[in-house]
Structure formats: structure tokens, C-alpha cells
């Protein structure tokens, strides 16, 4: 009959299995037991990649506010309310430039911020940046008042734009008789074009087409006058201003659209 292995013995040799195979199992351990694991299949390597990625960033933003009529909030308060990721050095307030304008310093995740202006709220709209690169406008207070031309800047390099201040008649503005003359108002002095006709048949894109008439139109101080030559079609006409225009500083524009909805009869004024 065979001696059975004593209660201290069992217990000694329980522990050594327990020890040896937590450490075998134990990511931390695998490079010595294991020297074919390599750094992309390592769980621990994947582990500190994925908390890295997922620490949250400081990143710079800019973008434009502009209220229901596509009017620049020139001026305008900018308060942030609440925010998903507190760190150091975040803007928590500042007041919109020239052009409606504003620049930033968020964190990734979501920022809810508030629009003051006069004196009275204009509305309220959260940035969410996912990661750096990435950012959506969500949670709109009112539907009228936008953010324009959101991106994304490196730090210690921020970007001068010329911006588009307002335009009459105003942007969404509805009418049954089309506007012969269109007058934009940007946010600086622009640069005088060569040739009036090749500069707004280059840098004014209509939709559907407009053509526009170069010979009356002008350009005086930041104030942009076009004269259309063609009719208005019935239902929704867009203007886009392209990067071309220039401000006399050599600041590209900011692109903008301007939406009109002309109604039957659709007639010239």
C-alpha cells in the first residue's frame, strides 16, 4: 500500500502550482517566461496604448457664431457651462473678435457653452470632440443661430481669417421679388480686384446659376456690391464665397453660403 502524500506536503505543492501559474498567466511576467511575445501582442503593451488614447487632450479650436440671419455675433460672449474633462489651461470665457470669431482651448470629450450677446442669451450649443482632429456641433438651444467653419489649430499658431460680417438681404431671407443688387460686409478692408467680372465668376458660385453683372459691381473698403444680370429662379437660390476673396492684408475668406428663397412670381425689383 502506497503512503499518502502528508496534509503539509499537499499543501506545499498546491501553493507552488498556484505561484508558478499565476505568474506564467500574469501579463507583466510573459516577456521572460514567454520571449516570442512581442510588443504588439503583448496585453500589457495593448493595455497602456489603449489608456493613453483614452487619457483625455488639450486641443485649440476656432470657429465662427453667427445668429439667425447669418449675422456675425460680433462681440458676442462666449461661457463655457459645463465640460465633460476638467484640465488645466481650458477656456472658460472670451469674447467673440471682429469677424464673430472665436478661439479656444478645450478637451477632448464635450464642452457646453453659452452665447451672450447684448446682454441676452443667443443660444446655447455643445462641441464634442472625440479626438483631436474630430469635433460635431450638438445640443443646439435655438435652430437658427449657427457655429461656422469649425476646425482645428496647433498650438502656438493661431489662424487669422476674414470673415463675412452679414449680407443684405440678410442670409435665409425670403422674397417674391429677386434683389438686382447683393451687398456682402466683411469683417476687414478687401483686396480690389483686377478684373470685377473674372473675380466674382471665380469666387461667387451660385445655385442655380446667377449671372452676375461686373461692370456695376464694386468693391469699397470691406463692402462687396453684385449686381445681378439674370433672374432669380424660384425656391431656393445659394451663393457660395469662396477662399479667393482676400482681404487687402492677404487673409483668405472664411467660406460662406448664403441661402435665399425666392417664391412665386419670383419677379426682378
Same mark, same amino acid.
Given at each position: ?127 464634442? &470632440?472625440?479626438? $483631436? +482632429? ?5 445640443? !443646439? *438651444? @435655438? %435652430? ?95 451663393? &457660395?464665397?469662396? $477662399? +479667393? ?5 492677404? !487673409? *483668405? @475668406? %472664411? ?15
Amino acid at each position: 500500500m502506497k503512503p499518502r502524500p502528508s496534509l503539509p506536503t499537499f499543501s506545499m505543492i498546491l501553493g507552488l502550482w498556484m505561484v508558478l501559474g499565476n505568474c506564467y498567466f500574469n501579463p507583466a511576467v510573459q516577456l521572460v517566461v514567454n520571449p516570442e511575445i512581442t510588443e504588439e501582442n503583448n496585453p500589457a503593451a495593448l493595455l497602456g496604448v489603449a489608456s493613453i488614447l483614452a487619457a483625455p487632450k488639450t486641443v485649440q479650436i476656432t470657429g465662427q457664431i453667427v445668429d439667425a440671419n447669418g449675422v456675425a455675433a460680433v462681440g458676442a460672449t462666449l461661457s463655457v457651462i459645463s465640460r465633460t474633462n476638467q484640465l488645466d489651461g481650458l477656456t472658460n470665457t472670451m469674447l467673440l473678435n471682429e469677424g464673430g470669431r472665436f478661439y479656444l482651448i478645450l478637451s477632448t470629450g464635450e464642452t457646453t457653452i453659452r452665447v451672450d450677446q447684448s446682454g441676452s442669451e443667443l443660444f446655447r450649443f455643445t462641441i464634442s &470632440i472625440p479626438f $483631436p +482632429g474630430s469635433a460635431m456641433i450638438i445640443n !443646439k *438651444s @435655438l %435652430s437658427g443661430p449657427d457655429v461656422l467653419n469649425v476646425e482645428f489649430y496647433e498650438k502656438g499658431f493661431t489662424p487669422a481669417y476674414l470673415d463675412m460680417i452679414y449680407s443684405t438681404p440678410y442670409d435665409k431671407a425670403i422674397f417674391t421679388n429677386w434683389p438686382t443688387l447683393v451687398i456682402v460686409t466683411f469683417s476687414e478692408d478687401l483686396e480690389i480686384p483686377s478684373d470685377m467680372q473674372t473675380f466674382l465668376d471665380s469666387n461667387v458660385i451660385t445655385n442655380p446659376p446667377i449671372s452676375f453683372d461686373g461692370s456695376f459691381s464694386s468693391v469699397s473698403n470691406n463692402i462687396l456690391q453684385i449686381y445681378n444680370s439674370s433672374n432669380f429662379s424660384v425656391g431656393t437660390n445659394t451663393f &457660395i464665397f469662396g $477662399p +479667393g476673396i482676400k482681404s487687402a492684408t492677404g !487673409k *483668405s @475668406l %472664411s467660406p460662406k453660403t448664403i441661402t435665399y428663397i425666392c417664391n412665386s412670381p419670383c419677379n426682378g425689383s
